[in-house]
């Protein structure tokens, strides 16, 4: 099939630009047919969606995504659902995009758009999820977005008229988003795991979990290291983001071993390791709808948050631990040096 071979290059940056803004993408393809700029039929299949109806629809979502973004709640529900949408939607595309290839192809395309879709629309839910946590997010999320948008009409247009030249721009785009693909997943899990733990906050009981009660893989990490040891050794699960450029976001235990706090990360099938967080200044505690966090301060003025279920202890009971007088604000923040 190599009158396919082009065509087939457009998966790649069709699917990058879906997880981007999906609805941006399908709304630019659909409107491209009316437009002077390509004389030409669109690709395979896409020709489809140059329907009254469908530019339309699109551009109603779009305008609701832009609305459900302004608010963390809303985003978090919004990407949460989308998490299915847009790779079947990735998905749908690749096989409007390859028509009328073999079966088999065609299969294997519809499969490739939908992870390259899943892919890029952690990656970015990730990272909003991580500057949302940011005190001072840089760059802002408004022109995060214009620069979301601007990289969709890119692609999209690049797609239509320089299929190379797309085919390239994904792979740049691809290439510098996997290494944060890990990170960017484990916030987006852990915030969304989050926001459903809320809903049956009143059924958890809010405490301190005993040594007996860690996972295997735990304790076998506190054993090795003597940092963890001492008495009266506490947890509580905990995820851990570094308010540094890369904002890397790690999951774990926050582990209390006579007071003194350390942050065992991994998993039971992954590395893991004991952080030692006693040299930390404690800032203060921040209740939000979905999470509560402790903020700490290194030497350097660098930032780190430690975000707990709704079953951790209690703000109060935070405080009290940390040496804060109470759940603080932004504005009136409590320092404690650890």
Known sequence: MPELAPVSWLVLP?????????YLTLFLLGIAPTLPWWSQPLPGGLGDLDTGVIVSVMAVMYVAELVAERRPASYLAWNAVHACIRPVSGAL???LLLQGASAPFLLAGAVAGGLIT?????VRSGAAILRELDPKPDPSPGLVRILEDVVVVALVTASLDAPEIALV???VIALISLPRLASRARAF???AHLAAARVFQTFRQRRWIPEEELPEWVRDVLAADPLAT????????AGMVDLRASRRFDTGWLVLADGRPVFVRGSATGIARLI???????????EEDFHRALELECDDDRLVRLLFFVSAPSPAALAADFGLAAPSTPDAPQEKNL
């Open 169 to 171: 721009g994904g792979g």
């Open 189 to 191: 899990a852990f915030v």
């Open 118 to 122: 899943l892919f890029t629309h952690v």
């Open 14 to 22: 069709l699917g990058i630009a879906a997880g981007l803004d999906l």
């Open 230 to 237: 001492g008495q009266g050794l506490r947890a509580s699960r």
């Open 276 to 286: 030692d967080l006693g040299d930390l200044t404690a800032r203060r505690i921040i």
């Open 93 to 95: 595309l690749a096989a």
